[in-house]
């Protein structure tokens, strides 16, 4: 079965600190891998997309893909409380011209002041 | 939002009637995608659309019908509504040569 997992959480983080959320895939032939916030009551936002082995750096936030272990990561520096959301991990499993994204349930990530 | 709107933003019905979404994109994106969003389960696609006339299933399409009659909107349809599909409802577009899907605002449907 095809299946995108994260760590449900709740992750809870100090202001300032690094929040490191991860996310794990089933197919190896994927190709396509985007991290999304989404605050409460609220619609998913594209914070990052990662096409190639290793680090992509925007900002505070930094992710990371690494095919063979078939795993996704994203470290948010400096932690902040406006960072306050779950995070969704999404995958275009199997890639090629499959237009799908499978999301993962989410990981809710808590900054304390 | 990217450009996409989502009508209506709240809805209230009853079990057994009709309910159709509204989907509405200004990006003349090729794709366009219906999720629904429940505690527990995360986003799960229930249709989405590859062109004018073009559609298909996702995972839990039971119960659900789409159309697309024009690029920009993408309608989806609980013929006869139940409270399991309560829920809160989103569209997502993306363009052709990428995979990164843009989201609507949502909306939240309650049936009783």
């Known amino acids: 079965q095809k299946e995108v997992e994260q760590n449900s959480g709740p992750l809870s983080v100090p202001e300032g600190a690094i929040a490191s959320l991860n996310c794990t895939y089933s197919?190896?032939?994927?190709?396509?891998f985007f991290w999304y916030r989404q605050y409460s009551g609220k619609s998913p936002e594209l914070i990052m997309s990662i096409y190639s082995n290793g680090d992509k750096e925007d900002g505070r936030f930094t992710a990371q893909l690494n095919k063979a272990s078939q795993y996704v990561s994203l470290l948010i520096r400096d932690s902040q409380p406006s960072d306050s959301a779950t995070y969704l991990c999404?995958?275009?499993?199997?890639?090629?011209?499959?237009?799908?994204?499978?999301f993962g349930k989410g990981t809710l990530l808590t900054v304390n002041p | 939002d990217a450009g996409i709107t989502q009508s209506p933003r709240h809805k209230v019905t009853e079990t057994g009637t009709p309910v159709t979404l509204r989907c509405h994109q200004t990006e003349n994106h090729r794709y366009m995608y219906w999720y629904r969003q429940d505690p527990g389960h995360g986003l799960r696609l229930i249709h989405y659309?590859?062109?004018?006339?073009?559609?298909d299933k996702g995972e839990v399409s039971d119960g659900y019908s789409v159309s697309r009659s024009k690029t920009e909107d993408f309608l989806l349809t609980l013929e006869s509504a139940t409270s399991s599909q309560t829920s809160v409802y989103f569209c997502?577009?993306?363009?052709?040569?990428?995979?990164?899907?843009?989201f609507g605002p949502g909306t939240r449907l309650t049936v009783t």
């Open positions: 659309s590859y062109g004018v006339k073009d559609t």
């Open positions: 197919d190896r032939g994927s190709q396509s």
């Open positions: 999404a995958v275009n499993l199997g890639g090629g011209s499959n237009y799908k994204l499978t």
């Open positions: 997502a577009i993306s363009d052709r040569g990428s995979h990164e899907q843009y």
